[in-house]
């Protein structure tokens, strides 16, 4: 069956740095998005992506953050100038039309650690 | 703005035992709701929908418009079903999940 996969896995940075998380969705799906979940916290919306632009973001999604679509497979969600408040297990998700009742299917999860 | 909110943090049963994760949301429009669970080391994946009126793994979840409720229930809990689930709400025209906090369920044997 076809996953969602997600890479690195666990990702270490140092405050001010630059990260690119990456994805790859699930390959007939249409739209994307990530979440990010603060340890202890709930499951938060950040960003949905279709058509090669942003369709929804949160507040949570400001200038420090941007997603990119840089070829036919990966998905890729960057954070400019990381803060230790960006700490936190981000998810990727996919789904195949987008709409309120489509199913997200998410993948494993990246840990972004910022010291 | 929409919220959802899971009151139990943890929920503990013995095996065979009913269970009942709690759910309410506010929101002002007609929304989506969603169960998605989550077990130790794997991915968050979708349980149901409400709009399926499904039964999955036995679990079912009734959408109660007058109390705001999405309760998630099983007549006899297996150990297979300790997991972390979330309640989710999406709005009808809009593809962002806002989540509850989650439960980690237990079921004891």
């Known amino acids: 069956e076809p996953e969602v996969t997600q890479t690195p896995s666990h990702q270490v940075t140092q405050m001010g740095q630059e990260v690119i998380l990456r994805c790859v969705p699930i390959s007939n799906h249409l739209y994307f998005y990530w979440y990010r979940q603060i340890l202890g916290q709930k499951v938060e919306f950040l960003v949905s992506f279709y058509n090669n632009e942003i369709s929804e973001k949160s507040e949570i999604f400001d200038d420090q953050f941007s997603v990119e679509r840089p070829d036919g497979s990966n998905f890729t969600l960057k954070i400019r100038s990381t803060k230790l408040e960006d700490s936190a297990m981000y998810f990727c998700a996919s789904s195949e039309y987008g709409q309120g009742l489509d199913e997200q299917y998410f993948g494993p999860g990246t840990r972004l650690t910022v010291t | 703005a929409q919220r959802v909110t899971q009151p139990e943090k943890l929920l503990s049963v013995f095996k065979g035992a009913p269970v009942e994760l709690k759910c309410n949301y506010s929101y002002s429009g007609s929304p989506e709701l969603f169960w998605y669970v989550q077990y130790s080391r794997q991915r968050l994946q979708l349980l149901l929908r409400?709009?399926s009126r499904e039964s999955i793994k036995g679990f079912t979840a009734d959408l109660n418009k007058g109390e705001t409720s999405f309760h998630l229930k099983k007549p006899f809990a297996q150990e297979e079903d300790s997991a972390m689930y979330y309640c989710a709400l999406s709005p009808g025209s809009a593809r962002q999940l806002t989540f509850g906090s989650g439960t980690q369920l237990t079921v004891l044997p």
């Open positions: 409400h709009i």
